[in-house]
């Protein structure tokens, strides 16, 4: 039955959403939805068994970081997943390495669309966060010690030779590698 496409007819929505086999899934109790939701076609009857029903979509959980997840079962054992990987896969087929990371391509966590989700490098998804202002460069990275126009001012005060990095690093509490990669580095990209 894997890698066959089933349409059904939601009762609720009445819409349709086309289901399509997980790679990944441990058996055959598990689809991806084309509207970015997990179905399952079992519910736990207590003591290990199973009745089959209707397909349903599954709740799973959100991460911290926002992201959807959710428990297949199989044999008594659980394995949790991200909804974005598992519907990737599905729809788009498995990644080329296991490097390849799923791609938000409208910068939204909760949109798991096959037509929103695409494989990529870290460096593509990375570059999808900054053009989608959620990156963690400059003041918004968590360990960040200086503002963004700080570090322009700190940029330009050794620029002008007005005090040295050394110096600079011992009045704002950093180490001398922390003012050089400020001075040197600019989103990731060498100043020359």
């Known amino acids: 039955m894997k890698g066959l496409w089933y349409t059904i007819v939601m009762n609720k929505t009445q819409n349709d959403v086309a289901l399509s086999a997980i790679p990944e899934s441990p058996n055959q109790d598990y689809m991806a939805g084309s509207d970015g939701r997990v ?7 207590g003591f290990g068994r199973k009745e089959y029903v209707d397909w349903y979509p599954l709740t799973g959980h ?13 044999k008594g ?3 949790t997943k991200h ?3 598992l519907i990737c896969s599905a729809f788009h087929g498995r ?3 296991t490097s390849m990371q799923v791609r938000h391509l409208d ?6 669309k096959p ?3 695409k494989w990529g490098t870290q460096e593509e998804n990375w570059q999808d966060r900054r053009a989608h202002g959620r990156g ?10 200086l503002t963004n126009a700080d570090a322009a001012h700190l940029r330009w005060a050794i620029q002008k030779g007005l005090c040295s990095q050394r110096h600079a690093a011992r009045i704002l509490g950093m180490s001398q590698g922390g003012v050089y990669h400020v001075v040197h580095l600019r989103l990731g990209k060498t100043s020359g």
């Open 95 to 97: 990644p080329t390495n």
């Open 77 to 79: 054992k659980k394995v």
């Open 39 to 45: 179905y399952s076609r079992t519910r736990y009857k």
């Open 83 to 85: 909804v974005h990987r």
């Open 115 to 117: 037509e929103n989700l």
């Open 62 to 74: 959100v991460t911290q970081k926002g992201y959807h997840t959710i428990s297949m079962c199989h």
């Open 107 to 112: 910068g939204n966590p909760n949109n798991n």
């Open 136 to 145: 963690t460069e400059g003041e918004k990275h968590p360990m960040a010690k």
